[in-house]
Nanobody, 122 residues
Framework: QVQLVESGGGLVQAGGSLRLSCAASGRTFSSYAMGWFRQAPGKEREFVAAITRSGGYTYYADSVKGRFTISRDNAKNTGYLQTNSLKPEDTAVYYC???????????????WGRGTQVTVSS
């Protein structure tokens, strides 16, 4: 089974950038599709982006399209979320997740990391 650990979160001013990483250990990372989700205080967990096993296809929430980029390096067992032009409304805990099938539905993912906090100040 894959264990996932996120890193790269922090405090950034609006307009800034962060690169989030998701390090996977255990079974072969390339066997799984990967997604990023986020949850702000008092809100539901929401889909951010997803990528297929090979990295050939990517999917984004409308709210981040054009600003965020999901990618993966299967040789390094690591996934990434490059976040640019950050806005205060992007403030949330960001989670990476793995699943047999790529999806924008959180319940479709069976493996989750513990999250990394992203805070965007105005």
């Amino acid at each position: 089974q894959v264990q996932l650990v996120e890193s790269g979160g922090g405090l950034v001013q609006a307009g800034g950038s962060l690169r989030l990483s998701c390090a996977a250990s255990g079974r072969t990372f390339s066997s799984y599709a990967m997604g990023w989700f986020r949850q702000a205080p008092g809100k539901e967990r929401e889909f951010v982006a997803a990528i297929t096993r090979s990295g050939g296809y990517t999917y984004y929430a409308d709210s981040v399209k054009g600003r965020f980029t999901i990618s993966r390096d299967n040789a390094k067992n690591t996934g990434y979320l490059q976040t640019n032009s950050l806005k205060p409304e992007d403030t949330a805990v960001y989670y990476c997740a793995c699943s047999d099938i790529v999806s924008s539905w959180a319940n479709g993912y069976e493996l989750w990391g513990r999250g990394t906090q992203v805070t965007v100040s105005s």
